[in-house]
């Protein structure tokens, strides 16, 4: 089988990670017999430097003309200025929006041998595993009007939250399926006691679920979620939510399974569904990391992980996907770590070496 996969290192240490996984996928490759070609292009703040924005569109339709897209993080300190006229992540949102991508998946998932890693209480994390489904392309990151201007009274600025009927539905349609898929457990993620697009979000998810009888849904308002994710996370399957929700509650849950480092994601152009694929971009959701950048100590298993969701998603590479994960957890349990992951008595690897390592355990 033949998979054309365009790859975006991007910033900081979005090149470091990328590059272990392009190195997993080439053994892949060689070992089940496919051929892949990598399509590279600049993105983010290494692009603005070179071509003077953030992804051109001769990147764009790069990507359009890929299978999937791999992805690594963007942005720094370099790249900062609000006044710029270009920013990093401009890229995120052209690419997002252009191709489709609103459905964002990110799985949250604690590995046993890693319960120490997190801050929280051990008997908090046991069983933890649950995938938040987030809205991608609508709301404020892409309401208009958005803007800053100047009055006599001062500065003022403006971000539009907007969602259509449209991007609600197919977003919860993903909640939905993805719920029938695992544990039949939906929680919807709003602010309906303050947002009128929150209460339309809830109708339309009320409205919904007679469609889905097998799956639970559960109505919970974004402050009351974030409690949750701290206090009960193992209660939580599959949640959906709108674009800056989806954003904060993620990163939070990061702190879940120890590291940013271990959280992939998957953004998808269509439901997620057993034996149909969809084009897609995948991503680590930790960012560029700049003051760890070139040193070799970046955890690559995010990425690597990202692949594993590559596989299954975009090429309808079950065994390959399932191979990647174990490989990764096998790794864990012989004790490898990376710095934001290590305990003492373990044994620390640098980024290449960490690569390495899942690469020799498939």
């Given at each position: ?77 370099k790249w900062d200025d609000p006044k710029a006229s ?101 929680t919807s993620v709003d602010k309906a006691n303050i ?168």
């Amino acid at each position: 089988m033949k998979l054309d996969i365009a790859v975006l290192p991007g910033d900081g240490i979005g090149p470091e990670v990328i590059g272990e996984s392009v190195k997993l996928l080439e053994a892949l490759g060689q070992r089940c017999g496919h051929r892949i070609v990598f399509n590279y292009a600049d993105f983010g703040g290494i692009s603005i430097d070179k071509h003077g924005e953030a992804l051109t569109d001769a990147a764009l339709e790069m990507c359009r003309g890929c299978g999937a897209v791999l992805m690594g993080a963007v942005g720094g300190p370099k790249w900062d200025d609000p006044k710029a006229s270009a920013r990093p992540e401009d890229g995120l949102l052209k690419i997002r929006k252009s191709l489709g991508l609103y459905a964002n998946l990110r799985p949250v998932k604690v590995f046993p041998m890693l319960l120490g890693a997190s801050p929280l209480r051990r008997e908090l994390l046991e069983g933890v595993d649950f995938v938040v489904v987030r809205e991608l392309t609508g709301g404020l990151y892409f309401g208009r009007p958005k803007r800053r201007w100047q009055t006599a009274r001062g500065w003022r600025g403006v971000d539009t939250l907007l969602y259509t009927e449209k991007e609600i539905e197919r977003i919860l349609r993903v909640g939905f399926e993805l719920a029938r898929q695992r544990g039949k457990r939906l929680t919807s993620v709003d602010k309906a006691n303050i947002l009128e697009s929150s209460r339309l979000w809830r109708q339309m998810a009320a409205d919904m679920a007679p469609q889905y009888p097998d799956v639970e849904l559960r109505h919970i308002l974004v402050d009351a979620c974030a409690m949750r994710l701290i206090q009960r996370p193992a209660e939580f399957d599959v949640i959906v939510t709108e674009n800056m929700f989806g954003d904060i509650l993620t990163d939070e849950a990061s702190v879940l399974t120890g590291s940013m480092g271990m959280l992939p994601s998957a953004s998808l152009s269509g439901v997620p569904q057993e034996g149909s694929t969809a084009f897609g971009l995948y991503e680590p959701i930790h960012g560029s990391a700049p003051d760890i950048a070139g040193q070799g100590v970046a955890n690559p298993l995010a990425t690597i992980l990202s692949v594993a969701m590559m596989l299954r998603h975009s090429f309808g590479l079950g065994e390959e996907a399932v191979a990647t994960e174990a490989a990764v957890m096998r790794v864990l349990e012989s004790g490898y770590r990376t710095r934001d992951i290590t305990s003492p008595g373990q044994k620390e690897l640098s980024t290449r070496e960490m690569g390495a390592a899942v690469v020799g355990a498939i």
